[in-house]
């Protein structure tokens, strides 16, 4: 994700995936990723209804909840000096 931010101009990285897929979703989470979007039963598996979703998440909010992760590789800070 530090790769995309610190070389393509976008300032917000999304993702979707459906409400079934319990790993992604709470990898999302934990990366910092919030639910920006819910269509309601737009996938049907095994005939079971599951909400497509879409996370979104912030440069500044990315660099915010993982400085010490990046500070030495791609900090914001470091290539404006």
């Given amino acids: 994700m530090a790769y995309l931010f610190e070389n ?3 300032d917000i990285l999304y ?3 459906w409400s079934g897929n319990f ?3 709470a990898l999302a989470t934990k990366v910092g990723f919030t639910e920006s979007e819910r269509v309601k039963n737009h996938h049907v598996v095994n005939g079971a209804k599951y909400d497509a ?3 979104s998440i912030t440069k500044k909010d990315f660099y915010a909840r993982h ?10 800070k470091k290539r404006a000096q």
């Fill in 8 to 10: 393509f101009p976008e």
């Fill in 15 to 17: 993702m979707h995936t």
């Fill in 23 to 25: 790993p992604m979703v």
């Fill in 53 to 55: 979703l879409t996370f």
């Fill in 67 to 76: 400085s010490t992760l990046f500070q030495n590789i791609y900090s914001p």
